[in-house]
């Protein structure tokens, strides 16, 4: 069995600490901290913690695709990335204590080839087998189609392997045309998806349950500090969010959905999956910037978490 997390629009994030910071003049950075940044990237730096492995796969160019790939070998995660003739994009996030401000500058991502997508595509199932999960997460760079997910989803139902989608928009939209195995939109993406603002709960429930009809078997509703709700055509539970003291909400959906596949990967109850899924978007909360959660973390909170079924 085998774990592949797909990041088609990974980043170096650099995050820059400027004290009290003035425009049109000098400022002197005080600090500067580099991250292989990207959701599928993510999934697998949580995969890694809870000891499962996995292989990182997307597109990476240039010096920024080297110190990416660099950082994510360090941390004992397969690697099996496409190089590109263009330099990956760097986000650049600026923050001043002083002033308490928090300001993005993030770049588009390089342009992506014909050769690429296919020998990304031929690199992707040449070694996933039935019953094997590959999870699309995240944003696409130029040159990618809206559909990308879509097709990829639809190659992986023929060789029986299961995909997990974390998407929004028009990429959310056609991915969810393919039937994947499991979805985990957020209140935001399920508004945005059927054009419509939800007045309560029940309503959000009714209008997530009629994607089931697509061919999806799972689905995953984040309501951020409402906890979660986890919906099949056989059964619906309600995950209660923790009280928790956050430091930091950077990766935290992306650790639920390792969570989930690593639930699916070792044949879990729905219960049990959904316990580690939420108690390891929970550990990854209570981390400093784009750490995820730690084993220790997700096995301790993991005892606290309420399911309840409805």
Known sequence: M???????NPALDKTIIVESFRLNQLNRIKKVHKDAGGKGINVSKMLKNLGQPSTASGFLGGAAGDYIKSEVKK?????????????????????????????????????????????????????????DILVLAGSVPAG??????????????????????????PLFRNGIKGAPTLIKPNEHELSLH????????????KKAESLLDMGIKMIMLSLGKEGAVFITAAEK??????????????????????????????????????????????????????????????????????IKKF
């Not at 085998?2 to 088609?8: G, V």
């Not at 059927?194 to 429930?205: G, V």
């Open 237 to 306: 539970y309600k995950i209660e969010p923790l009280k928790l003291n956050v430091k930091s909400t950077v990766g935290a959906g992306d650790a639920m959905v390792a969570g989930l596949a690593y639930g699916l990967e070792n044949n879990f109850s729905s219960v049990e999956m959904l316990k580690n899924a939420a108690a390891c978007s929970s550990a990854t909360l209570i981390r400093e910037g784009t750490e995820m959660g730690s084993r220790e973390d997700v096995k301790r909170l993991k005892k606290s978490i309420q």
């Open 2 to 8: 085998m774990i592949k997390t797909l990041t088609l």
């Open 144 to 169: 990618v189609g809206d559909d990308i997910y879509y097709k990829l989803i639809k190659t992986a139902e023929k060789k029986g392997i299961k995909t997990i989608l974390d998407a929004d928009g």
């Open 194 to 205: 059927f054009k419509e603002e939800f007045k309560d709960l029940k309503m959000m429930i």
């Open 75 to 131: 941390m004992g995660i397969t690697t099996e990335f496409v190089e590109t003739a263009e330099e990956t994009r760097t986000n650049t996030k600026m923050v001043d204590p002083i002033k308490n401000t928090f300001t993005d500058l993030n770049e588009a991502g390089a342009f992506i080839s014909g050769k690429n997508k296919a020998e990304l595509e031929e690199k992707i199932f040449k070694d996933l087998k039935k019953n």
